[in-house]
């Protein structure tokens, strides 16, 4: 089964910078697209960034400039680098990855807390 874990949340300042990971339990590449979803209390899941196997990546205009999604296919990790943090990214994050050679299926990891408070 495939297994998505995340890690590197918690805590940090407005204006503080956090870099999230999500290392999957086998190859990323077996993923055509991987991303960061995030989920505030009381609001919908909303899709923050992606990356294809081919290196392009998306962003939410919320956070455009401010957060770098980036893999390492070696250490089958997706990494999202945070910057200039504000209290309205405080959301549990989730790593999401998504297989579509003999269908389409997604997997989700459990999430990690980010809170972004002064």
């Known amino acids: 089964q495939v297994q998505l874990v995340e890690s590197g949340g918690g805590l940090v300042q407005p204006g503080g910078s956090l870099r999230l990971s999500c290392t999957a339990s086998?190859?990323?590449?077996?993923?055509?697209?991987m991303g960061w979803h995030r989920q505030a209390p009381g609001k919908q899941r909303e899709l923050v960034a992606t990356?294809?196997?081919?290196?392009?990546?998306n962003y939410a205009d919320s956070v455009k400039g401010r957060f770098t999604i980036s893999r390492d296919n070696a250490k089958n990790t997706v990494y999202l680098q945070m910057s200039s943090l504000k209290p309205e990214d405080t959301a549990v994050y989730y790593c999401?990855?998504?297989?579509?050679?003999?269908?389409?299926?997604?997997?989700w990891g459990q999430g990690t807390q980010v809170t972004v408070s002064s």
């Open positions: 990356i294809t196997s081919g290196g392009t990546t």
């Open positions: 086998g190859s990323i590449l077996s993923f055509n697209v």
């Open positions: 999401n990855g998504r297989k579509s050679i003999l269908g389409v299926y997604d997997y």
